[in-house]
């Protein structure tokens, strides 16, 4: 790391679920500082209170001042970022598909909510990682890292919750488009992770018991393939380099590297190329 001190790490939705599980797997290894953001003040205390190295915020992550203060904070207290965790989430009601009783008048505005936390925040959240890996001086400067939480809904339809897989349709793609940029520019690693169902307090017991037992993806499986990045090794990392943008599904016990759509012909792939080019932000 080019320094002796602890590697710090920010995670949104670290209060639980797999946020508190990679939380958990970096408080083992014992060189890491933690920053907990999460909504739930009394589980984040909790979960902070559980490791040796970590220091709660609540925060919620749809407001960028309060997300921003909390990244802010975290880097003051260390001058460095090297890792930051994209993963506070929610999943949709399934409201969209209510029958409105309003007649000829239009239906009350639909709920941003989900957009707001699975992927407005990410980008957010994404931005704040950049801004404080720059800032972090070259002295300390090693790996750095952004992983980012999309889900199997980000690959396939998933017509009960339509806002959330589309939002995390919207996080698989955002992944993608920046990664390239944050390697060459500012040698981020920017990947994200695809998980399956994981039993965590998204939803209720009601609503898990429709999914079947023996496909449910173990939370220790998630923090494995999240360490597999930070680490630089693992199932199916000699063929991946540098292990930039890339989207890793998790089914079970099991992880798959996720390639790309391939193009539908030469005249797509030049088009799309062209906004490889640098200049054609500017």
Request: hydrophobic share 40%; proline share 5%; charged share 20%.
């Amino acid at each position: 790391m080019g320094s002796a001190a602890p590697k710090v790490a920010i995670i949104t939705g670290g209060a639980s679920g797999m946020g508190f599980a990679v939380a958990s797997a970096l408080a083992a290894q014992g060189d890491w500082d933690l920053h907990l953001l999460d909504l739930n003040a009394e589980r984040g205390h909790e979960a902070a209170q559980s490791m040796v190295c970590a220091t709660f915020h609540p925060v919620n992550v749809t407001r960028y001042a309060e997300l921003a203060a909390a990244f802010k904070a975290a880097f003051l207290r260390h001058r460095r970022i090297d890792f930051v965790f994209a993963n506070a989430g929610i999943v949709d009601s399934g409201a969209y598909y209510a029958v409105q009783q309003t007649g000829d008048e239009p239906p009350p505005e639909p709920s941003s909510a989900v957009v707001d936390i699975d992927l407005t925040s990410v980008i957010n959240t994404s931005y704040l990682a950049q801004h404080y890996f720059r800032q972090t001086p070259r002295s300390a400067q090693g790996p750095r890292s952004l992983v980012i939480t999309a889900s199997c809904g980000g690959f396939y339809a998933c017509p009960v919750q339509p806002i959330y897989g589309a939002a995390k349709h919207g996080a698989v793609g955002w992944a993608r488009n920046i990664a390239g940029r944050s390697w060459r520019e500012d040698g981020v690693r920017v990947n994200a992770i695809c998980p399956g169902t994981v039993r965590t307090n998204l939803l209720s017991d009601e609503a898990w018991k429709t999914f079947p037992e023996e496909y449910f993806t173990p939370v220790e499986k998630v923090a494995e393939v999240v360490m597999m990045f930070l680490k630089g090794s693992g199932e199916g990392w000699e063929r991946r380099q540098a292990m930039v943008g890339q989207t890793v599904e998790i089914s079970g016990r099991k992880h798959y590297f996720r390639k790309q759509y391939e193009f539908c012909d030469e005249a797509m792939e030049a088009v799309m190329g062209s906004t490889e080019v640098d200049e054609f932000v500017q």
